[in-house]
């Protein structure tokens, strides 16, 4: 039995299955480190585009406020320019300049309200908007006030609103180069951002010199035809005659007058005074309606003519008021006026 026991074949030993167990923990822990890696990467890819976008979003903005900023310089430029030195700009022409500047100002504004402020420009946009707040609604006061300023009657407030509203505007420089500027520049640098700084903006020109009421009034005195403009000496219009299409028109009784499809009224106007007067205002008056047509300049002695069309062109009876605007130092104006009754046939 011992040598039957001892012929009977041995067992093969198993293999060690220590390095197969290995290999798959390392392919395991390979294919887990190229996942990470993997993931590593996108998540720095993620970041990457939108620090991107982001930047490119800061820089925009900024490019928007710089334009919109030196538009307004520019407009500035272009207000206390006249201001100080109207040369031969009319009443009417100096009071349409400035009204063109104050929608200049309502453009400015808007545009600024609509920019959309990317990252941490939330606060700097908030004070911007207010600092065009500001600039807005005084150059809207300013317009409404200047008609006045440079007239008659009410002069002196008026010139008293314009010289408050030139604080306000003085208010709107200091709150942009003091908060809004740094505010926008210091999150440009906090990005990285170069290059795109926004300018600097100061709307009232030489300072508070404009704050004084006495300058405002000196300034808008040298404006054609202002009543601070007139010269010493006797001042006075008279209307002459006025006619319709050729047919002279008479107070007394009415007139008869062909209908046309745009009927124009001629006015003579005289200068009865001593002096040249500029920007002389004459308006026809129909149905309601105000038509107006300029003089630019009349001498003493001299007559002059202007012919303004009737549009909507009345029909039947109506009636029609002249009047040559008084100038400045016109003391006796009731020769400037006069009512027709006109039947269009």
């Keep these: 039995m011992e040598d039957s026991l001892a012929s009977r074949p041995g067992r093969r030993p198993r293999p060690p299955r220590r390095p197969e167990r290995q290999q798959i923990l390392l392919r395991r822990a390979l ?150 500027r740094p505010e926008i520049n210091g999150v440009l640098a906090d990005n990285g951002i170069e290059g795109d700084d926004v300018p600097e903006s100061v709307f009232l020109a030489d300072g508070t010199e404009w704050l004084d009421e006495s300058a405002v009034s000196e300034a808008l005195g040298s404006v054609s035809g202002s009543s601070a403009a007139a010269t010493p000496g006797v001042h006075g219009l008279g209307l002459i005659g006025t006619s319709i299409n050729g047919t002279e028109l008479t107070p007394e009784a009415a007139t008869a007058v062909a209908a046309e499809e745009t009927p124009e009224v001629e006015v003579e106007v005289q200068n009865q005074g001593e002096s040249t007067e500029n920007g002389v205002t004459v308006s026809v008056t129909v149905n309601g309606s105000t038509l107006q047509q300029d003089i630019s300049s009349i001498e003493a002695g001299e007559t002059e003519t202007v012919v303004i069309p009737l549009t909507p062109a009345p029909s039947g009876e109506v009636t029609l008021e002249v009047e040559a605007v008084p100038v400045p130092g016109e003391e006796v104006s009731e020769n400037n006026k006069a009512t027709y009754t006109v039947e269009f046939e």
């Design 31 to 180: 294919a887990l480190g190229v996942g990470l890696l993997i993931l590593i990467l996108l998540v720095l890819g993620v970041r990457g585009c939108l620090n991107a976008r982001k930047h490119r979003a800061l820089s925009d903005y900024a490019r928007n406020v710089a334009q919109i900023v030196d538009e307004t310089n520019q407009t500035s430029k272009s207000f206390f320019g006249k201001l100080s030195e109207p040369g031969a700009l009319s009443v009417t022409e100096f009071v349409a300049e400035v009204n063109a500047d104050r929608s200049a100002m309502d453009n400015y504004a808007s545009r600024i309200d609509s920019l959309d402020a990317p990252g941490d420009m939330g606060d700097a946009q908030r004070t911007l908007e207010l600092v065009y707040e500001l600039r807005s609604s005084a150059m809207t006061e300013i317009a409404e006030q200047v008609s006045t300023a440079l007239g008659d009657v009410g002069s002196e407030k008026a010139t008293a609103a314009i010289a408050n509203q030139m604080a306000k505007l003085l208010a709107s420089d200091v709150l942009y180069s003091s908060v809004a």
